[in-house]
């Protein structure tokens, strides 16, 4: 009997498919085979999720397998350079304290005054060019574009260029070659940049990193534009999209709108909405090092394992009401950023824009609506970062 394709057709932008519903249920960790032909292990509960991202029997490192993909056919031949996401302890902790030690929640939260000037440029831009915008281009993704270039030290002329190539490698369905441009793009770029910041001596987070040290030598060249690469891509694709779910969730229940304006109810309401719009929509993979027995099944050295951060998010056994927004509700912390050491180091200053954009956003436009039905609007399921491809509103 043929294995179970992994579920992706949802029958609603604001929930993830069905079948999550019935495997938590009945089969919380289950085999699947994923569009490229490889098979693996699906997690769908919470408690299994955690346990799962956590364990050091699960390796980041593919060992030069093919993974789980959700596209068949040629592959990109250009790969990112080696970064935090593919890293496992021991080699990874060094690193990644050297990225949290610049991001840490204090320095988040003394971001906002910045984070809410620049928000505050984008509107007045959306307010000169009058209805109809679409916040897409116009909002979710230069905001954040702008605040992760500012701390890397890229120059704004070069904005666009970023956001270009880094939309073009979350794309599930582009072409290879297109894929390898960016990429290729994107390193030689970043290849220049980091030499310049250590040789001037740049006092930002990309300069910092350059100059680094890595167990009393220096940091190597090619890892720190390999994080300096992660830090772009993950620092503002992902938020954008988290912006735009945000958004349309608010515009399709509007009394969600009066927790914006105090700061704690809306740190709540942010936390909501994050769980319920797990944006890796199809999971964290992993790669079994070891045997694992977890729940009565036994995961077998070198099988691949992928956790299920939208479906554990919904676990009726962990959330009273997991299908609402709740900000009232005393849930348990969501696993949008993932857990375990490998979880996202710039979720502190994500929190922070999100909640900004929102804040601002609704206080500039109070009436705000969409053109179009938020639930008509085109989602992007064909993609690892779930998101809009766009977002039409009027005032």
């Keep these: 009997m043929s294995l179970p394709q992994l579920p992706r057709a949802r029958t609603n932008p604001f929930d993830p498919p069905p079948e999550y519903t019935l495997l938590r249920k009945e089969s919380p960790i289950s085999r699947f085979v994923w569009p490229n032909g490889v098979e693996g292990w699906l997690v769908t509960r919470y408690n299994d999720v955690r346990a799962l991202l956590s364990d050091s029997r699960l390796s980041i490192n593919r060992f030069n397998a093919p993974p789980p993909n959700l596209s068949a056919g040629r592959k990109p031949s250009v790969m990112l350079p080696k970064s935090l996401v593919a890293m496992d302890p021991p080699e990874h902790t060094p690193w990644r304290r050297l990225v949290i030690r610049e991001m840490t929640p204090r320095w988040a939260r ?213 299908h609402a927004v709740d900000p009232s509700a005393a849930n348990p912390p969501h696993l949008t950023f993932g857990y375990g050491v490998h979880q996202c180091a710039g979720q502190s200053l994500a929190r922070v824009e999100v909640r900004v954009v929102l804040r601002e956003l609704f206080r500039a436009f109070p009436t705000l609506a969409p053109v179009t039905p938020v639930e008509e609007l085109r989602y992007r399921e064909d993609m690892f970062v779930y998101g809009l491809f766009e977002l039409p509103v009027q005032w």
Excluded at 142 to 148: A, G
Excluded at 159 to 164: I, N, P, R, S
Aim: hydrophobic letters at 40%; a negative charge; charged letters at 25%.
């Design 110 to 322: 003394s971001m906002e005054p910045r984070v809410t000037e620049i928000t505050r440029g984008y509107l007045d831009r959306i307010r000169d060019a009058g209805p109809p915008v679409d916040l897409v281009p116009a909002l979710n993704f230069p905001v954040p574009s702008k605040v992760i270039c500012d701390l890397l030290g890229v120059p704004d002329s070069d904005h666009a260029f970023f956001q270009e190539q880094a939309g073009i490698r979350s794309e599930v369905g582009a072409a290879p070659e297109r894929v390898d441009a960016a990429t290729g793009g994107l390193y030689s770029y970043l290849d220049s940049l980091v030499t310049e910041k250590r040789k001037a001596g740049a006092d930002d987070l990309l300069g910092r990193l350059a100059r680094s040290e890595i167990d009393g030598a220096p940091a190597p060249h090619d890892i720190v534009v390999g994080q300096a690469m992660l830090l772009l891509i993950a620092g503002h694709d992902t938020t954008a999209n988290m912006i735009g779910l945000g958004t349309a969730t608010l515009l399709h229940n509007r009394a969600l709108v009066d927790e914006l304006p105090d700061t704690d109810r809306a740190s709540a309401l942010v936390e909501e909405i994050l769980r319920m719009q797990a944006i890796i929509q199809y999971g964290i993979v992993r790669r079994a090092v070891a045997d694992i027995e977890i729940d009565g099944v036994h995961i077998a050295e070198g099988d691949w394992v992928v956790s299920s951060l939208a479906s554990a998010n919904r676990d009726e056994s962990r959330y009273g009401c997991p």
